[in-house]
């Protein structure tokens, strides 16, 4: 398989674009246009710039000018990057990654991205159902949580670390699965923290579902709760059209 850039609409109906490396993975995405010439436009810009310099935020070191890559720590989902344009415009931006060295692989596989193809699916995606079977969770996750509901949607979350240390960053992955059986796109998935007072759950993290389904979102572990270490997640699908969700069963991490 050939890498790609695949324009789309988000939930809110707007237009959008994400690059998918030839080893199917989407490696950068871009903010959300009101026309689709615009996000047209946004491809052509991140393929003419994609041979740009790359720039390390993380470490001291030379200011490089754009357009370029930098490199930078998010807090909430670790090693991320941005492509900015020569006018300072971001056009393309990573999502997070464990280490540094998976941040760079991302750039390469953007900088090997140049001439890739571009995919509208724009037109067909309301019948869009393809799905990657040999997409699923990492090999190194126990089975996953899953709910049940009575639409036949199910939602997975990959078994959670029992512990971990505060300032840690870690991901949570799981999928969206339709009742045909396939991942469901576009879905807007939120990481919770079930809270035993009298206040409501809180919500950690929340990103949108690849076009697999799947989702991996990352998170910079903290004390959630003022009288113990132990934060309850879950994770949310809230529906478009029903007023009920569907979750996944609650998991408990000791925070220290």
């Not at 810009?45 to 720039?55: G, K």
């Not at 799905?131 to 959670?160: C, H, N």
């Amino acid at each position: 398989m050939s890498a790609k850039y695949q324009m789309y609409k988000d939930v809110a109906g707007k237009f959008r674009f994400r690059l998918k490396a030839a080893n199917n993975k989407i490696v950068a995405v871009s903010e959300a246009y009101e026309q689709r010439s615009g996000c047209l436009n946004g491809i052509k810009s991140v393929q003419s710039n994609c041979n740009s310099e790359i720039y390390d935020a993380t470490i001291e070191g030379p200011t490089v000018l754009n357009p370029k890559y930098t490199i930078f720590f998010d807090a909430k989902c670790g090693y991320r990057f941005n492509l900015t344009a020569k006018n300072g415009e971001i056009i393309a931006a990573s999502e997070g990654y464990s280490t540094k060295d998976g941040c760079i692989n991302g750039i390469h596989a953007v900088q090997k991205s140049c001439d890739a193809e571009i995919e509208d699916l724009t037109v067909t995606q309301t019948k869009e159902t393809a799905v990657d079977e040999t997409e699923t969770l990492p090999k190194d996750s126990e089975k996953p949580t899953v709910t049940f509901e009575s639409t036949g949607i199910k939602l997975e979350l990959a078994k959670l670390p029992e512990q971990v240390n505060a300032g840690e960053v870690i991901f949570f992955k799981g999928k969206l699965i339709g009742d045909n059986g396939t991942g469901i796109p576009n879905a807007k998935i939120s990481i919770r923290e079930h809270d035993r007072s009298y206040l409501t759950d809180e919500i950690l993290r929340v990103e949108y579902t690849k076009e697999d389904g799947s989702y991996e979102i990352g998170w910079k572990a903290k004390s959630v709760d003022w009288w113990d270490d132990t934060a309850e997640i879950y994770a949310q699908y809230d529906q478009d059209k029903e007023i009920k969700h569907i979750r996944t069963e609650i998991q408990k991490i000791v925070i220290k």
